[in-house]
């Protein structure tokens, strides 16, 4: 059993606890806007990691300009994750938009990785990420209280889901490409959430307003800046640096389990059988995961296979 693959498993593992705290820390400041929590959260906490990564960003910005494309297409997922991760929760519910958002990203990484580096993805990687998202969706299933009141709102919660899911397989899987081409974990980081914070500041300052308007509205998106998102992401880099961006978002399906506690501790929610066998599905996909491996050997040698990725982000 490969103890580097462990332990990325292990710290993405506990992003994912940190993650999935700020659906709970949200309910307390219910008069801000999604886009203002999204722009908040993020926004501060890429700008953070860029802060924490300036000496790496100065020594590496020439291998940074290099694969600049690269880069920006992570900035872009970044800024724009947030937004329709959150937006898709207000309008679709909590739980529909938790769901769709990151049962989808694990597809979406698994067809990056197959699509543009030509990986083949192993079968045990298929059943974890099927389990993932059984279990994800019958989490959902059971949490259904949190419903939009209209179908026509949850039909646009269902597409901000569905490209919140893709921009967080985007951006993790730009952060992955960066590190293989040499770039410190730190550079990677620091330049695609640095970038993406930037993006978002516009955003915050259109929409912020209410974040300043109650001390427990400030304290609630310091919170999620500081520890889910900052924090939250220098462990999920730490965890990119020892296993694929698929494996990596597939792990990451722990969020919406650990929401769910959360919700039953501390909001009061009840989690019914269905919900129960969710998390037991969840855990299983996590259990599959550890222990067998993502891809299968491929013929393909690593310089073509570099070659095949570095020309699909050139137009």
Do not use: C, K
Request: hydrophobic fraction near 55%; charged fraction near 10%; proline fraction near 4%.
């Amino acid at each position: 059993m490969n103890r580097a693959r462990l332990t990325g498993i292990a710290v993405i593992s506990a992003a994912s606890l940190l993650w999935g705290t700020t659906g709970t820390a949200a309910t307390f400041a219910p008069t801000v806007g999604p886009l203002a929590i999204g722009a908040a959260a993020l926004g501060i906490g890429g700008l953070l990691q860029a802060v924490v990564a300036v000496p790496a960003l100065r020594a590496e910005s020439a291998m940074l300009r290099t694969n600049g494309r690269t880069a920006l297409v992570g900035m872009l997922a970044v800024a724009i994750y947030p937004l329709a991760f959150y937006s898709s929760m207000r309008y679709a519910g909590v739980a529909v938009g938790t769901v769709v958002s990151l049962a989808s990203a694990p597809l979406a990484s698994g067809l990056l990785e197959r699509l543009v580096e030509r990986r083949i993805l192993s079968a045990w990687w298929t059943l974890a990420a099927v389990l993932g998202v059984v279990g994800s969706v019958l989490l959902g299933v059971s949490r259904m209280n949190g419903l939009a009141s209209s179908a026509g709102h949850a039909a646009v919660g269902i597409g901000l889901g569905l490209i919140a899911g893709a921009t967080y397989a985007t951006y993790s899987w730009t952060v992955r490409r960066l590190m293989s081409q040499g770039i410190s974990r730190s550079a990677s980081m620091g330049a695609v959430f640095g970038g993406g914070g930037t993006l978002l500041m516009p955003v915050l300052l259109v929409t912020g307003a209410p974040l300043l308007a109650s001390t427990r509205a400030f304290l609630v998106a310091g919170y999620m800046a500081l520890v889910p998102m900052f924090v939250g992401y220098l462990l999920f880099g730490l965890g990119l640096t020892r296993v694929p961006a698929s494996t990596a978002t597939t792990v990451t399906l722990l969020e919406p389990a650990v929401a769910a506690i959360l919700a039953i501790i501390v909001v009061g929610e009840r989690l019914s059988a269905v919900g129960w066998a969710g998390l037991a599905v969840i855990a299983g996909a996590l259990v599959v995961l550890a222990v067998t491996p993502t891809t299968v050997p491929d013929t393909q040698d690593e310089d073509d296979r570099l070659d095949v990725m570095s020309a699909s982000l050139v137009p």
